[in-house]
């Protein structure tokens, strides 16, 4: 009689034990991670894909926004299951991570990126935001109105009265300042080598007249520049998108739809505003990804 009665009890503790542990799977299967690189446009891109899962579904997300190394650590991360999604560029994926020769086309890269990524890691690349941050070149306002140049074409055609600024390495480097030169035929007045964090300042002193930058920089929109555009194609192209498990998908399909609202919304000039606000006024990305969202009609 009391083995049956110590069978029962053991029964019905496991019974209890059992439960107990799947409503802490249950938990867990309600959740996402979602990273990010360590700087202002990602902090605030990550944030936007947060707020969306947040405001559009009923999973919980964790954010492990600012992870050390960028893609060196969050590609292995994802792949590992550590992580469910997070923003990256085309140009890096294309020829950072699976390391391909450039291909000029914006559109085609981003395809043959994805099914690549689809095929190899069982990741699914969302539809692009509308931003490209690539490498580019600023010439002053004033210059550009004057001189009618709106292209790096355009450029080539008044280089000789103008004063090029870039940091020591983009003279070094194989992708760097000879070979864009050649590529548009450029011939500066002169050009000048100084440190990265003095480039605005001296646009700004009017000691150079165009300099590179990324297209997205925040400080772009605070000195009266004009972003040049790489009609021929010398700069490979950083389309931003939503990276995603195809795991993580298929437990959660209705992120698909959601993240993919993000799609076409976002311009260069309005990150580069964004990125403003974080980088030289401290916003929190949070809030200032949030303000857009609602700018944007998306929540």
């Not at 944030?47 to 947040?54: F, H, L």
């Not at 080539?156 to 548009?184: K, M, N, T, V, W």
Request: proline fraction near 2%; charged fraction near 30%.
């Amino acid at each position: 009689m009391k083995i049956k009665k110590t069978i029962v009890w053991f029964g019905a503790l496991g019974l209890i034990i059992g439960a107990l542990f799947l409503v802490g799977c249950n938990e867990d299967d309600g959740k996402v991670v979602v990273a990010s690189k360590p700087h202002a446009e990602q902090y605030i891109l990550g944030e936007m894909i947060s707020i969306m899962i947040e405001e559009h579904t009923d999973i919980e997300v964790e954010r492990n926004l600012g992870i050390g190394g960028g893609t060196s650590n969050i590609h292995p991360a994802i792949l590992s299951g550590e992580i469910d999604i997070y923003p990256e560029y085309t140009g890096t994926s294309w020829m950072f991570v699976l390391n391909q020769e450039l291909i000029e086309d914006p559109q085609e890269m981003y395809q043959e990126t994805k099914d690549a990524y689809l095929e190899d890691f069982d990741l699914q690349w969302l539809e692009l935001y509308g931003f490209n941050n690539t490498f580019a070149l600023a010439l002053r306002e004033r210059i550009a109105d004057e001189q009618g140049i709106y292209t790096y074409s355009d450029l080539a055609q008044h280089s000789e009265e103008i004063i090029f600024g870039a940091e020591y390495d983009f003279y070094e480097r194989d992708d760097g300042f000879d070979a864009l030169a050649a590529h548009y035929g450029f011939d500066f007045e002169r050009t000048v080598e100084m440190d990265i964090g003095l480039k605005y300042q001296a646009i700004e002193q009017e000691e150079v007249d165009v300099i590179n930058a990324f297209s997205t920089d925040g400080l772009l929109s605070a000195h009266e520049l004009r972003v040049l555009e790489d009609d021929l194609n010398f700069f490979p192209s950083y389309l931003a998108g939503t990276i995603i498990r195809v795991e993580t998908l298929e437990e959660y399909p209705e992120l698909e739809e959601v993240l993919n609202r993000l799609g076409g919304q976002i311009s260069d000039q309005e990150m580069m505003e964004m990125n403003y606000r974080v980088e030289e006024f401290n916003e929190d990305p949070e809030d200032v990804a949030r303000e857009f969202l609602k700018e944007k009609g998306l929540i």
